[in-house]
């Protein structure tokens, strides 16, 4: 929890500072839509218990849906994400959901067209939520890397493709309900594809 308040408290302030900086900058939304597949380990434990689940399996190519709001310029942008994926296979359910702070600089390569990459910083929620099975949760980390094109379609409208890789170390725990601990699933990764419909304002 101590982790998770200093990443809260550190995205706050370099908002804040951004914002100050950049009072002339255009506001911007975005609805996105992709798909993401995750790597999830399995404890010992776990693996002794489920030895036919493929734990990279959980959430694999599932849909994904985010928003997004931000400050934008001609060199780049700044933004907060939302967004979130569920899956299941074998019996167990995930569902992870991500808040980030982002920053992504431009490269044009033609009048309406511009390449962008950046990096990305926030927390995941990971839930466990199997038939069957005690519900869980946990926090951790999210850091990584996006990149891709936006082509703009009017003064003040643009969709992208893009494709982002996170590294988290968000973990939750499975039990029946009333019994022991079967096990830890750890996320170690996620990777996503995704379309995205911006409106700047």
Same mark, same amino acid.
């Given at each position: ?18 914002? &100050? ?8 939304? +975005?609805?996105?839509?992709?798909? &993401? +597949? ?20 959980? @959430? ?50 033609? /009048? ?14 990971? $839930? ?7 519900? /869980?949760? /946990? ?15 009017? /003064?003040? &409208? ?13 973990? $939750?725990? @499975? ?12 996320? &170690? ?13």
């Amino acid at each position: 929890m101590k982790t998770l308040n200093t990443l809260i408290a550190a995205m706050a302030v370099c908002a804040a500072g951004l914002t &100050t900086a950049a009072q002339a900058d255009d506001n911007f939304a +975005s609805l996105t839509y992709g798909q &993401t +597949s995750d790597k999830v380990r399995k404890s010992g434990l776990l693996q002794r218990n489920t030895d036919g689940l493929n734990a990279d399996g959980i @959430i694999g190519k599932d849909s994904t849906w985010g928003a997004r709001l931000g400050k934008i310029n001609d060199q780049g942008r700044y933004y907060l994400t939302y967004d979130n994926v569920s899956g299941d296979h074998g019996g167990v359910k995930l569902r992870q959901e991500n808040l980030l702070g982002s920053y992504d600089l431009f490269l044009p390569v033609g /009048d309406t067209t511009k390449l962008f990459g950046g990096g990305s910083l926030g927390m995941t929620k990971l $839930t466990q939520d199997s038939p069957g099975a005690s519900r /869980d949760t /946990d926090y951790g980390y999210a850091v990584g890397l996006q990149a891709g094109v936006i082509q703009e379609v009017t /003064d003040n &409208t643009s969709v992208e493709l893009g494709y982002r890789y996170l590294r988290s170390n968000a973990a $939750t725990e @499975i039990s029946a309900h009333g019994g022991p601990k079967e096990g830890t699933l750890r996320l &170690t990764s996620s990777a996503q594809t995704y379309l995205a419909a911006t409106y700047k304002f």
